[in-house]
């Protein structure tokens, strides 16, 4: 918000104050008052009435333009994003993140809830107002035809956006089955990520901590992995990221002596159960390979530091 319209906004609530207290003053000294005094209190009343509803007709007027730029613009963002998939590097492809990041911004915008209620107000008094929606249905519509790879720069934000109490239901159901849809064609990219989410609540035995966690969030992440476990395309590969997963959350939760170099895991310990892991692929392995997790080797390295991190020994 600038200042000239916090400026504005506040001499507006000063007339507004001024308007009230020329009404109190007419009713409570009506009797003592003469006809003269009587009509130019009635006149400066009036006059303030009518710049109020030049305003809020303006304010409507405004709220329902900007409401039609945020259809527009979404729309024309989701058609290019769902554009031809065989576009090359240089034509469809080259703004394609850009218009992704732009598209996620106008569906989670702060200010689409003013809007709503300015637009109703704008409908109310006789005007036509545009679709307000965080989602729009035909956008949600399209956005259902966006090739997965191009909504995949902006999936850390959707997937943190699960389960958000102030999303309506119709947005909250499209970020569902977007983030669903993309995690299917993208496990190994996708997975990760709302496995940290599920596991929000999870803290060592015993941890003080302060944070707190959004049960919703939790449950939402919960719900899309239940979703991809009856997917046979992708259950396999789910089924050991989760292994992998509870295999690292096992060994951050073990407590480790800061003085020692080297640690050696029991034989239950589940990274050493982690073997041939052939649907999770290393992400740091050698450039244009799919490795795969073979095995870990049976202990960890500190190195020092504040968070005395913990470094592993892999075999692909």
Request: include cysteine.
């Amino acid at each position: 918000q600038s200042a000239e319209a916090m400026g504005y906004r506040e001499a507006l609530s000063t007339a507004r104050s001024a308007h009230d207290e020329l009404r109190r003053n007419l009713q409570a000294n009506e009797a003592r008052l003469s006809d003269i005094e009587k009509r130019q209190i009635i006149a400066r009343i009036n006059a303030t009435e009518r710049e109020f509803r030049r305003e809020e007709e303006e304010r409507s007027r405004s709220a329902v333009d900007g409401a039609t730029y945020r259809h527009t613009a979404m729309l024309s963002y989701a058609r290019y994003l769902a554009g031809a998939a065989g576009a090359s590097a240089h034509g469809q492809e080259k703004h394609s993140e850009r218009a992704a990041f732009r598209l996620l911004a106008l569906w989670f915008s702060p200010v689409v809830a003013a809007l709503v209620s300015r637009c109703q107000a704008a409908a109310r008094s006789g005007g036509v107002a545009p679709p307000t929606d965080p989602l729009p249905p035909d956008v949600a519509e399209v956005l259902d035809q966006v090739p997965t790879h191009r909504i995949l720069p902006i999936m850390p934000q959707l997937v943190v956006r699960l389960g958000t109490a102030t999303l309506d239901a119709a947005s909250d159901a499209a970020l569902v089955k977007t983030v669903t849809r993309v995690a299917a064609a993208h496990p190994q990219s996708c997975v990760w990520l709302v496995l940290a989410l599920a596991n929000g609540a999870r803290f060592a035995e015993g941890e003080k901590t302060v944070h707190t966690s959004d049960a919703r969030k939790i449950q939402a992440a919960s719900g899309v992995l239940k979703t991809l476990r009856h997917m046979p395309a992708v259950a396999p590969t789910l089924e050991q990221q989760v292994q992998l997963a509870e295999a690292y959350l096992e060994l951050a939760f073990q407590p480790a002596d800061r003085k020692a170099k080297s640690f050696r895991l029991g034989p239950h310990a589940k990274l050493v159960a982690a073997k041939r892991l052939k649907h999770v692929v290393n992400p740091t392995g050698r450039p244009g390979c799919l490795d795969t997790v073979h095995e870990f080797r049976q202990g960890f390295d500190l190195v020092g530091g504040v968070n005395a991190p913990k470094v592993l020994h892999m075999t692909t």
